[in-house]
């Protein structure tokens, strides 16, 4: 039988797929709802036994950062690659929930690993066209 805590988590994956793919498309509705829902299913999750830990603390802190920059979301692949990397980190945070050293390296790693692909892309991209 079906609990309700698997139909959080499985409407909170399908919630961080919408948000990838706004983030990707730049697309800001879906960037809404996948960040609305991903809020909503997160926070029903940590009130099933999760609470507050590391791990969900900076999550929420990542996904409300994605919410600002992917609500600007630049069309620089620098930024566009950074707001890709925090979000792939934060799916870290979820799959391994780390203590508070290693979720906040993975935020910081993965942003900075995003930003790097980003910038080495864009500037293929500037190159081809050329």
């Not at 709802?33 to 990542?62: D, K, M, R």
């Not at 069309?75 to 566009?80: G, I, T």
């Not at 692909?117 to 190159?127: I, K, T």
């Amino acid at each position: 039988m079906t609990t309700g805590y698997q139909i959080g988590l499985a409407v909170h994956v399908l919630a961080a797929m919408t948000l990838v793919v706004g983030l990707a498309l730049r697309a800001r509705p879906l960037l809404g709802a996948g960040g609305g829902l991903a809020l909503l299913s997160g926070l029903f999750l940590a009130s099933q036994g999760w609470g507050f830990q590391p791990w969900t603390a900076l999550g929420l802190v990542g996904l409300v950062a994605l919410g600002a920059g992917g609500a600007r979301l630049p069309p620089v692949p620098a930024a566009q690659g950074a707001l890709l990397g925090l979000a792939a980190g934060v799916v870290w945070l979820m799959a391994t929930k780390p203590g508070w050293t290693g979720a906040l390296l993975a935020l910081v790693i993965s942003s900075l690993l995003g930003l790097a692909a980003g910038r080495y892309w864009g500037v293929r991209r500037e190159r081809a066209v050329v």
